[in-house]
């Protein structure tokens, strides 16, 4: 028997219902925003620093990310898996880029749709039924808009104002702000007078950009001078997940051979100041699935006082004399018995070797640093780390990392996006290394200047009965083979 006819009103309300959703997809951009793991970040610090900045490559999301966070503050439609900052209240923010003519075609196009198009207005990230009233017009430059009102879910009326770096510093005085973003890297004094903005209101500053002016004094600010009021995140193209892995190396190959670090990776060029210059690729390699049982594992740690705590894991292939960087951890903010724990479910009984300042008793025990570590079941070595002769020179690891990075010795698993963060902005200043976001390349000098306390053990959460025979009481491994 056939179906009884659908009728008109059941036609009419299916059709309502495909004009709704059309109408959604095309007018309601900010509601299909899915943030990759880096934005996500991003948005997050916003919750504990004043400045932040997403320093990534061409076309890896750092826009698009932008225009979502300054929507969420005009708005005041904080998605549920949002943990940055909000704002209860219609904000006042500014949206900065290099010319009134980027500006426009950049975020005013990413915010509000095609410019000089009425049909495409309300097509960007704000929704179009919360524009408040028609956007303003900016002189000069056709279409380009001077000011916004965005209707706040508080019941107000949130205002942006678009402004560009060719204005000058002197465009960036006046009102008081909640909130800028600047997209693209500002000259600095345009930047400082942008983040002044906001220290009246306890407002906050964002940047999203690509660092082709190498170490500028705005990239230094982030990246050399350490603040527990700024921070930054760095996204790569291995981040951006619209970009399919096959297509990646295409698109690196296609920028100019000096910019393709910073342009696909977000590295600003770091020329004599970068300690490692080998290219990641050459470093990279899949993870290693057999792990030959003869191959030794050693963990090393950084302690993290005052910093992230860092651990690797490497293995050493001393036939070959090949070190592998097998695993890495990056923990702020957790105690000992945490750390421990982490590393006991990748290799419990691998022995661990430590820096200098373990010896250091805690303040509140008293008792050395690494020995809290010992506590919780982890085979610390008896005595700090130091190289075959008793000392303990940076400039001897980094000289060795660096020789067998050159010599093909020196492998690390490709998925450890955390580890090669660090390494792409490991750099010195005025000839001495800057102490910021290096916890795992400290850990990793560790692993090789300790590589012969390492142990042929199986990795995993057991710790196997262990063998003393013909070894001293006391001692974590044999002093002879390292095994």
Same mark, same amino acid.
């Given at each position: 028997?056939?179906e009884?006819?659908k009728?008109?009103a059941?036609l009419?309300?299916?059709l309502?219902t495909l ?11 900010f509601d299909?925003f899915?943030?990759?793991p ?9 919750q504990?620093v ?6 990534a490559?061409?076309?890896n999301g ?6 979502f966070?300054?929507t969420?503050?005009?708005t005041?439609?904080?998605p ?8 209860d209240r219609p ?9 009134s ?16 198009v009425?049909?495409m ?5 704000i929704?179009k ?11 000069g430059?056709?279409d ?5 009102q ?7 009326i ?9 204005q000058g510093r002197t465009?960036?005085?006046?009102e008081?702000?909640?909130w800028?973003w600047a997209d ?8 400082a007078e942008?983040l002044?903005?906001?220290?009246a209101t306890?407002?906050?500053m ?7 002016k190498g ?6 600010r ?7 009021d /700024?921070g930054?995140? #760095?996204?790569? *193209?291995?981040? =951006?997940l619209?970009?399919p892995?096959a297509?990646? %190396?295409?698109?690196? +190959? ?7 670090e ?5 590295v600003?060029?770091?020329g ?11 470093l990279t ?13 050693l963990?090393?740690?950084?302690f993290?006082?005052?910093?992230p ?7 050493w ?12 951890? /990056?923990?702020a903010? #957790?105690?000992? *018995?945490?750390? =421990?724990?982490?590393m006991?479910?990748i290799g419990? %009984?691998?022995?661990? +070797?430590w ?7 805690e303040?509140s025990?008293?008792e050395p640093l690494?020995?809290?570590?010992k506590?919780?079941?982890?085979i610390?070595?008896?005595e700090?780390?130091t190289w ?7 400039e ?9 990075m050159?010599s093909?010795r020196f492998k690390?698993a490709?998925h450890l996006?955390e580890?090669?963060?660090e ?12 102490k910021l976001k ?7 000098r560790?692993?090789v200047m300790?590589k012969? +306390?390492g142990?042929?053990v ?7 009965a ?5 070894v001293?009481a ?6 002879f083979?390292?095994a």
């Amino acid at each position: 028997m056939n179906e009884p006819a659908k009728s008109k009103a059941e036609l009419a309300a299916i059709l309502e219902t495909l004009e709704a959703i059309e109408y959604r997809k095309k007018y309601r951009q900010f509601d299909y925003f899915q943030p990759y793991p880096k934005q996500m970040e991003f948005y997050a610090l916003g919750q504990k620093v004043r400045e932040r900045l997403l320093i990534a490559g061409n076309q890896n999301g750092k826009t698009h990310a932008g225009a979502f966070e300054a929507t969420c503050h005009l708005t005041g439609e904080y998605p549920a898996w949002w943990k940055g900052r909000r704002f209860d209240r219609p904000t006042k923010g500014w949206i900065a880029g290099e010319t009134s003519l980027v500006v426009r075609d950049v975020q005013q196009k990413k915010l509000c749709g095609e410019p000089g198009v009425d049909e495409m207005f309300g097509t960007g990230m704000i929704p179009k039924d919360l524009f408040a009233d028609k956007p303003s017009l900016a002189r000069g430059v056709t279409d380009a808009y001077d000011t916004i009102q965005v209707r706040h879910k508080s019941g107000g009326i949130s205002v942006a104002r678009f402004k560009s770096y060719e204005q000058g510093r002197t465009k960036f005085q006046g009102e008081s702000i909640d909130w800028g973003w600047a997209d693209e890297e500002p000259p600095e004094d345009v930047y400082a007078e942008f983040l002044t903005r906001t220290v009246a209101t306890g407002g906050m500053m964002f940047m999203t950009f690509t660092p082709l002016k190498g170490r500028s004094s705005v990239v230094i600010r982030f990246l050399d001078e350490p603040s527990e009021d /700024r921070g930054f995140i #760095a996204m790569t *193209i291995e981040d =951006a997940l619209h970009i399919p892995e096959a297509e990646r %190396a295409k698109i690196i +190959a296609g920028f100019l051979p000096h910019e393709r670090e910073a342009r696909a990776r977000g590295v600003p060029m770091l020329g004599s100041g970068r300690i490692f210059m080998m290219s990641e690729q050459s470093l990279t390699e899949p993870p290693i699935e057999y792990i030959p049982q003869h191959w030794t594992k050693l963990w090393g740690i950084d302690f993290g006082i005052g910093h992230p705590f860092a651990a690797v894991l490497s293995l050493w292939d001393r036939d070959n004399d090949v070190i592998h960087i097998h695993h890495c951890l /990056r923990v702020a903010d #957790a105690l000992p *018995i945490q750390h =421990a724990f982490s590393m006991k479910q990748i290799g419990a %009984a691998v022995p661990v +070797a430590w820096p200098k300042d373990g010896a250091d008793r805690e303040k509140s025990s008293g008792e050395p640093l690494a020995a809290a570590y010992k506590k919780h079941s982890l085979i610390m070595l008896s005595e700090h780390a130091t190289w075959p002769d008793g000392g303990v020179s940076t400039e001897a690891g980094i000289l060795e990392m660096d020789e067998r990075m050159r010599s093909g010795r020196f492998k690390v698993a490709a998925h450890l996006s955390e580890w090669f963060e660090e390494y792409r902005f490991y750099h010195r200043k005025d000839g001495q290394i800057v102490k910021l976001k290096d916890d795992l390349m400290s850990a990793s000098r560790i692993c090789v200047m300790m590589k012969r +306390a390492g142990r042929a053990v199986t990795l995993g959460s057991q710790v196997a009965a262990r063998d003393t025979t013909g070894v001293a009481a006391g001692t974590d491994f044999d002093v002879f083979t390292g095994a």
